[in-house]
């Protein structure tokens, strides 16, 4: 059964730190391209970072410069690594994987497999 499964969420204050891990089981995720999204209460859903099969990355312009994607295939994980975070970033977080190794986009609607999601609380 392939699945997604993501942790590091938490609480955290502003200006902090989380790093997030997608793992997949059932499935090997070197040849997807992978993407993390997040949904605020009351809000759409909305890309936030994407990472190719080959490492070729993407990021929304709220996020460019204080979060990082990376992936270990060998681990059969994704990361989002974020830094100096903001009330604003405040979601559920979501990986989700698409079999096309070239892909980089951040439409939700492109993906495939989905993670069931991870809180991130950006509070003092």
């Known amino acids: 059964q392939l699945q997604l499964v993501e942790s590091g969420g938490g609480l955290v204050q502003p200006e902090g730190s989380l790093r997030l891990s997608c793992t997949a089981s059932?499935?090997?995720?070197?040849?997807?391209?992978i993407g993390w999204f997040r949904q605020a209460p009351g809000k759409e859903r909305e890309g936030v970072s994407c990472?190719?099969?080959?490492?070729?990355?993407n990021y929304a312009d709220s996020v460019k410069g204080r979060f990082t994607i990376s992936r270990d295939n060998a681990k059969n994980t994704v990361y989002l690594q974020m830094n100096n975070l903001k009330p604003e970033d405040t979601a559920v977080y979501s990986c989700?994987?698409?079999?096309?190794?070239?892909?980089?986009?951040?439409?939700?609607?492109?993906?495939?497999?989905w993670g069931q999601g991870t809180q991130v609380t950006v509070s003092s």
């Open positions: 989700a994987a698409r079999p096309t190794v070239w892909f980089i986009g951040l439409n939700s609607k492109e993906y495939t497999y």
């Open positions: 059932g499935f090997t995720l070197d040849y997807y391209a």
């Open positions: 990472i190719t099969a080959g490492g070729r990355t």
